[in-house]
């Protein structure tokens, strides 16, 4: 890994948990749009490293939701 990916990546990562702590889920559009303004090349490693957290993040909340689900409906056919 390079070290721009290096960088990128651990800048998403923190980001990512400033979002959860405070509840900022648009973060980080402020926090590219300030590495935007000096590094075009951090800010699209950044933005690339965003999405993929975003969407692994999006992606677990609906597989979550489908195996709570089908949970739920096997112990409602094993008390009926």
Do not use: F, P, W
């Not at 490293?49 to 692994?56: D, G, M, Q, Y």
Request: hydrophobic share 45%; net charge neutral; aromatic share 2%.
């Amino acid at each position: 890994m390079s070290s721009l990916d290096t960088i990128a990546a651990k800048l998403a990562d923190d980001t990512v948990e400033a979002m959860r702590i405070t509840g900022d889920e648009r973060l980080y559009v402020e926090i590219g749009a300030l590495i935007g303004a000096s590094s075009q090349t951090l800010e699209e490693a950044y933005l690339t490293a965003i999405r993929v957290r975003l969407a692994e993040r999006a992606a677990r909340r609906l597989l979550n939701g489908k195996l709570a689900a089908a949970k739920g409906a096997a112990r409602g056919q094993d008390a009926g």
